[in-house]
């Protein structure tokens, strides 16, 4: 049971292309969410999602686009990247009534 | 104020010493908490939590949660060099199903 698997786990790209970040869980969590970790600044959600086709902002939205067709998929696009959007992009689930999140294992993107 | 603060440390304790992590919060309706593990380069990794004031024990580690103080610490005994890494405190405001999470205090623990 792989859980939750993020891909791709290493990418570069250049300032201005669109890109997407794929999440994808194999418990049926009706809860995913986005985060990114930077130094100085810890984990901040960027967007998060109740249920499939059911998403909402998070603390730091601005230049990111999610959507959920199915439960089992949260992609996060880039539009145009920036080299501020270089950043570790974690996703994570949560299930049932419990508010733990258990985390998938990251996606590093710099954006030259 | 940040919602969840904690210190950045390092906090370096030697191999058999008990470890002390603290954490503040500023939301008084603030439900559940949390600590994360995260070793370098890699995810983090739920290892407590906690609901009601007091004390939680799961093997070497014990949460222990003042809501009155509010504040949520984090005991690990016999602390071995394989818990250095950096802790995260999370906390869930009332009414949302959101976590928000400190920046974290990295431990090292010396042979």
């Known amino acids: 049971d792989a859980g939750i698997t993020q891909s791709p786990r290493y990418k570069i790209t250049e300032t201005g292309r669109q890109v997407t970040l794929m999440c994808h869980q194999t418990?049926?969590?009706?809860?995913m969410f986005w985060y990114r970790q930077d130094l100085g600044h810890g984990l901040r959600l960027i967007y998060y999602?109740?249920?499939?086709?059911?998403?909402d902002k998070g603390e730091v939205p601005d230049g990111y686009v999610v959507s959920r067709s199915k439960t089992e998929n949260f992609p996060l696009t880039l539009e145009s990247a920036t080299r501020s959007q270089t950043s570790v992009y974690f996703c994570?689930?949560?299930?049932?009534?419990?508010?733990?999140?258990?985390f998938g294992p990251g996606t590093r993107l710099t954006v030259t | 104020q940040k919602e969840v603060e904690q210190n950045s440390g390092p906090l370096s304790v030697p191999e058999g010493a008990i470890a002390s992590l603290n954490c503040t919060y500023s939301?008084?309706?603030?439900?559940?908490f949390f600590w994360y593990r995260q070793y370098s380069g890699k995810s983090p990794e739920l290892i407590m939590s906690?609901?009601?004031?007091g004390d939680k024990e799961d093997g070497r580690f014990t949460a222990q949660l003042n809501k009155a103080s509010q504040y949520v610490s984090l005991l690990i005994r016999d602390s071995q060099p394989s818990d250095s890494a950096t802790y995260l405190c999370?906390?869930?405001?009332?009414?949302?199903?959101?976590?928000?999470f400190g920046t974290g205090t990295r431990l090292l623990v010396s042979p």
């Open positions: 994570a689930t949560k299930g049932g009534d419990s508010y733990e999140q258990y």
């Open positions: 418990w049926s969590h009706s809860y």
């Open positions: 999602s109740a249920a499939a086709d059911i998403t």
């Open positions: 939301d008084r309706g603030s439900q559940s």
């Open positions: 906690i609901y009601s004031n």
């Open positions: 999370a906390v869930k405001t009332i009414g949302f199903q959101k976590l928000v």
